[in-house]
């Protein structure tokens, strides 16, 4: 009997490991849920010896792509009020509609479509924060996808959390009770952001984080209003403030970070806190843009995310790609910075590291999770394909994707999603979606 479970040859293969190394032709060769080899293949000859064998006919393989910042039940909330500042579109429609929309079962149903798109395309793994995480962490279990999974924390009344003095206790609870629950889901605290959570609650809340040894999340120095206002009350920006209450740490996520000066990006490189950028949000909401090049300058780890589809208004990490990479060529006048390698590594390997699981997926490497996207060959606008990194940043979509593994388990083949019925998903939102009011 076969040793190996199954190999994907033929293809070009892109490592993303520390040294980029490109095999073309290559193969990944995976065991028990794990890569064991990875190296070239000479045409002719044979494969290594599997159960199953996947011709990937010149196409590029690559990591499993790694979204750094969702709320994937939000996709039940897609464009539905587009077009509008940051906190008016917060609190005249979103918090609103989600008092009015969010329980359990919209829940697993927004997050079962949110699953679905990011499989799709080419991702893998997410860090995501909403209420009744418990709900998020069923569904993308249930789907196939890996993800940190936080529970949303306010001080206000929430989704499952009618009663906000129990918020921390909430997320601690949920915390406890996925901890080895799931190989593939990691619990986590996301606090939404400085302006939603008083200081008590930030400092219990990471206190609850560093208690369970997961990864805590927050919204910060996204817009300007915000870094004025909290000069306003603290004395400190939000960075600032944060690091005040001792709140920074490497187990810690910045989302946004678009508002920063070099005093606070002093302070996340200090403490080692990953930021996400998630450029297409940002500039929906005309937040700003994220200082990129000197967060990465200062050695800051800087992961990629699409934020949630009220705001973006797509999971598709291939198209941010795209976008990370020319926003901030045009913003500093610069054409090499946020290369095509470096945008392709804030996508995978460093947005791994981003959320805490750099050691298990990010790259194609002996020893790693088989993570896996297989892209196709023979789309016009991939072709020819000289460097891969150029093509997956300024080419791809969504749409190219091919094949796709999460812990060596063929989760989309030939295009189509393998751990659900895509049409029930599709007519399980619209019948949600049908009693949700547009804001315009």
Same mark, same amino acid.
Not at 70 to 94: C, K, N, V
Not at 218 to 236: D, F, K, P
């Given at each position: 009997?076969?040793?190996?479970? &199954?190999?994907?040859?033929?293809?070009?293969?892109?490592?993303? @490991?520390?040294?980029?190394?490109?095999?073309?032709?290559?193969?990944?060769?995976?065991?028990?849920?794990?890569?064991? $080899?990875?190296?070239?293949?000479?045409?002719?000859?044979?494969?290594?010896?599997? !159960?199953?064998?996947?011709?990937?006919?010149?196409?590029?393989?690559?990591?499993?792509?790694?979204?750094?910042?969702?709320?994937?039940?939000?996709?039940? /909330?897609?464009?539905?009020?587009?077009?509008?500042?940051?906190?008016?579109?917060?609190?005249?429609?979103?918090?609103?509609?989600?008092?009015?929309?969010?329980?359990?079962?919209?829940?697993?149903?927004?997050?079962?479509?949110?699953?679905? $798109?990011?499989?799709?395309?080419?991702?893998?793994?997410?860090?995501?924060?909403?209420?009744?995480?418990?709900?998020?962490?069923?569904?993308?279990?249930?789907?196939?996808?890996?993800?940190?999974?936080?529970?949303?924390?306010?001080? /206000?009344?929430?989704?499952?959390?009618?009663?906000? =003095?129990?918020? #921390? $206790?909430?997320?601690?609870?949920?915390?406890?009770?996925?901890?080895?629950?799931?190989?593939?889901?990691?619990?986590?605290?996301?606090?939404?952001?400085?302006?939603?959570?008083?200081?008590?609650?930030?400092?219990?809340?990471?206190?609850?984080?560093?208690?369970?040894?997961?990864? /805590?999340?927050?919204?910060?120095?996204?817009?300007? =209003?915000?870094?004025?206002?909290?000069?306003?009350?603290?004395?400190?920006?939000?960075?600032?403030?944060?690091?005040?209450?001792?709140?920074?740490?490497?187990?810690?996520?910045? #989302?946004?970070?678009?508002?920063?000066?070099?005093?606070?990006?002093?302070?996340?490189?200090?403490?080692?806190?990953?930021?996400?950028?998630?450029?297409?949000? @940002?500039?929906?909401?005309?937040?700003?843009?994220?200082?990129?090049?000197?967060?990465?300058?200062?050695?800051?780890?800087?992961? %990629?995310?699409?934020?949630?589809?009220?705001?973006?208004?797509?999971?598709?990490?291939? !198209?941010?790609?795209?976008?990370?990479?020319?926003?901030?060529?045009?913003?500093?006048?610069?054409?090499?910075?946020?290369?095509?390698?470096?945008?392709? $590594?804030?996508?995978?390997?460093?947005?791994?590291?981003?959320?805490?699981?750099?050691?298990?997926?990010?790259? &194609?490497?002996?020893?790693?999770?088989?993570?896996?996207?297989?892209?196709?060959?023979?789309?016009?606008? %991939? #072709?020819?394909?000289?460097?891969?990194?150029?093509?997956?940043?300024?080419? *791809?979509?969504?749409?190219?994707?091919?094949?796709?593994?999460?812990?060596?388990?063929?989760?989309?083949?030939?295009?189509?999603?393998?751990?659900?019925?895509?049409?029930?998903? %599709?007519?399980?939102?619209?019948?949600?979606?049908? !009693?949700?009011?547009? *804001?315009?």
């Amino acid at each position: 009997m076969d040793s190996n479970d &199954l190999v994907i040859y033929n293809g070009i293969v892109m490592t993303v @490991n520390p040294a980029f190394d490109i095999h073309r032709p290559g193969m990944v060769v995976i065991r028990d849920g794990c890569i064991v $080899e990875v190296g070239p293949w000479a045409p002719g000859q044979p494969p290594p010896p599997a !159960r199953q064998r996947i011709d990937a006919e010149g196409g590029i393989v690559m990591p499993g792509l790694v979204n750094t910042h969702t709320h994937l039940p939000m996709t039940l /909330f897609r464009g539905l009020a587009d077009d509008l500042p940051l906190m008016q579109w917060l609190e005249s429609y979103i918090f609103p509609a989600e008092a009015r929309h969010i329980n359990a079962r919209t829940v697993d149903r927004g997050t079962r479509l949110a699953c679905a $798109e990011l499989l799709l395309g080419g991702t893998t793994c997410c860090c995501d924060g909403y209420f009744l995480a418990d709900q998020v962490a069923e569904a993308a279990a249930a789907m196939g996808l890996r993800g940190v999974i936080g529970q949303g924390v306010v001080d /206000f009344p929430a989704p499952g959390v009618p009663d906000a =003095a129990g918020n #921390v $206790e909430a997320a601690g609870n949920f915390v406890n009770r996925w901890q080895n629950k799931c190989s593939r889901i990691h619990p986590a605290i996301f606090c939404h952001s400085p302006y939603a959570c008083g200081r008590d609650t930030l400092v219990r809340a990471k206190r609850a984080a560093r208690a369970a040894g997961c990864l /805590f999340q927050i919204h910060v120095a996204e817009t300007e =209003a915000e870094r004025r206002e909290s000069i306003a009350a603290h004395g400190l920006s939000p960075v600032a403030w944060l690091e005040h209450l001792g709140i920074w740490d490497d187990r810690s996520l910045a #989302v946004h970070a678009v508002w920063v000066d070099r005093d606070d990006i002093a302070i996340l490189a200090r403490r080692r806190v990953a930021v996400s950028h998630n450029p297409q949000s @940002n500039m929906k909401l005309a937040s700003g843009v994220a200082p990129v090049p000197a967060l990465l300058e200062a050695g800051i780890t800087v992961g %990629l995310g699409t934020d949630g589809c009220a705001s973006n208004n797509d999971l598709d990490l291939l !198209r941010e790609m795209d976008t990370a990479a020319k926003l901030h060529k045009v913003t500093t006048g610069r054409p090499t910075v946020a290369d095509a390698r470096q945008v392709v $590594e804030m996508a995978t390997s460093a947005g791994a590291r981003a959320i805490g699981l750099g050691d298990a997926v990010g790259s &194609l490497e002996p020893g790693k999770r088989a993570d896996i996207v297989v892209l196709h060959a023979d789309r016009p606008h %991939l #072709v020819p394909v000289y460097h891969p990194a150029s093509t997956v940043v300024y080419a *791809a979509t969504a749409a190219d994707v091919r094949h796709v593994l999460v812990d060596g388990q063929m989760v989309v083949h030939d295009g189509i999603l393998q751990t659900a019925d895509v049409d029930q998903i %599709l007519a399980d939102v619209r019948q949600v979606a049908a !009693r949700i009011v547009p *804001a315009h």
